[in-house]
């Protein structure tokens, strides 16, 4: 069972899935790991611990000849595995709904495209969740992030020339992410509040310490939602939200949003007349950015002041923590490929449950029941 790793192509994509630590696990399952030169740099890994660890380290051509797995963070071109087993598994993000034309190139190539995005949430596959590894980091990053393009403190602070009052950070969305950047908050010192649709997180915010802020007349999503996600609201809860937001955002001072429905655009939560109600000098972190954003005018990869309010937001925020954030990555797909792994031939062999969950192509197909189903060309 031949393993490669490939080195990312995507723009500001410094991280890589796999580390020494998992090429070490995964030689000891019996398998051989092959790495492609350069794919650890940005995530501080070199070449050498590589090899150090097992692997053996070449260029992208020969690291992907006779490969049964491919490994990556973000899908690469379907094109760039020529010379991969036929069948061959490659696990990755794939970003599957709005990226089609690749998977049909997949499903054309004759690859088993295995989506790690779309692991379901249930309890045994929760070490193997690259969604919440990734969020989690990147809603640290966020607070931490937008406290450095404050231009004001985070804490209270009683000094001899007099006193700094503490920040108000308001997180919208509290998921993985959203809970990760309550806590980074809070122990930078800031008065916290919070808001999510599903009332499950009402909790989760209070046990944090921060404060929940909620729409109260119309009713939210109970409970967790579905699959423990949000889905698309109504137009009356629409309004009551932007009512409620209008009120309370115009008194804070970073915000921080992280609200996302699987599968479609991220809701707009902030417009640009609820910013202008801002302070100037103000900070919003969009951390939805990527999938459209939820900040009115937010923009991947670049500050933009609007109405004297910073408004920022990185594509791959996590990718900012590309050494922590690989470590996490190359785990997740390790513990999903072990827990798989049949001793007897020596290859892992999904079962329905979770491989029907992510698995876009095999045999020549587009199988996964969301996308439209499409043979290839004889
Ligand atoms: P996500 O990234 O899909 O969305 C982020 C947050 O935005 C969610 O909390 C969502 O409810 C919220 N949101 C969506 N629309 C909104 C709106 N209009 N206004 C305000 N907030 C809005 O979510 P996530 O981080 O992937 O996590 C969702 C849930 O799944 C969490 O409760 C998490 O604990 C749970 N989870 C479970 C498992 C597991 O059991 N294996 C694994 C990971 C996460």
Do not use: C
Not at 340 to 362: N, Q
Request: hydrophobic residues 45%; aromatic residues 6%; proline residues 3%.
């Amino acid at each position: 069972m031949r393993i490669a790793a490939l080195r990312e192509r995507a723009e500001r994509e410094s991280r890589v899935a796999l580390t020494p630590e998992t090429v070490r696990k995964f030689i000891a399952l019996g398998a051989e790991l092959v790495v492609e030169t350069g794919a650890g740099q940005g995530a501080a890994i070199s070449d050498a611990d590589y090899v150090e660890a097992g692997a053996r380290v070449t260029d992208r051509a020969q690291a992907v000849a006779g490969a049964d797995i491919v490994l990556a963070v973000q899908a690469p071109d379907a094109a760039d595995l020529h010379g991969a087993k036929a069948g061959a598994m490659v696990a990755a993000i794939f970003d599957p709904f709005s990226r089609e034309d690749r998977v049909r190139d997949y499903g054309a190539a004759g690859y088993e495209a295995l989506a790690m995005e779309l692991m379901p949430r249930i309890t045994r596959a929760q070490s193997m969740d690259v969604l919440s590894s990734q969020s989690n980091l990147a809603g640290y990053k966020s607070v931490l992030l937008a406290a450095n393009a404050y231009g004001r403190a985070f804490p209270m602070m009683m000094t001899a020339a007099g006193t700094v009052s503490a920040a108000r950070v308001f997180v919208m969305g509290v998921g993985v992410a959203g809970l990760q950047a309550i806590a980074t908050a809070k122990r930078l010192g800031a008065q916290v509040s919070a808001t999510d649709v599903r009332s499950a997180t009402r909790e989760q915010i209070q046990s944090l310490g921060a404060k929940p802020i909620f729409v109260e007349n119309v009713e939210g999503i109970e409970g967790e939602g579905s699959g423990g996600y949000a889905s698309e609201m109504s137009d009356e809860y629409r309004a009551a939200q932007a009512e409620l937001v209008s009120a309370h955002i115009a008194k804070q001072d970073i915000v921080i949003t992280t609200a996302l429905i699987p599968g479609r655009p991220a809701p707009r939560l902030i417009s640009d007349s609820q910013i202008a109600s801002m302070k100037p000098g103000s900070v919003i972190y969009d951390l939805a950015v990527a999938q459209g954003g939820n900040v009115e005018g937010s923009r991947a990869d670049e500050a933009v002041t609007v109405h004297g309010v910073t408004v920022i937001g990185h594509a791959n925020t996590a990718g900012l923590l590309a050494a922590d954030a690989s470590a996490l990555y190359a785990r997740n797909l390790f513990n999903f490929f072990s827990a798989f792994w049949d001793e007897e031939s020596g290859r892992p062999l999904l079962d329905d449950e979770i491989g029907d969950a992510i698995r876009l192509t095999r045999d020549g197909k587009v199988v996964h029941p969301r996308l439209g189903r499409q043979s290839t060309p004889e």
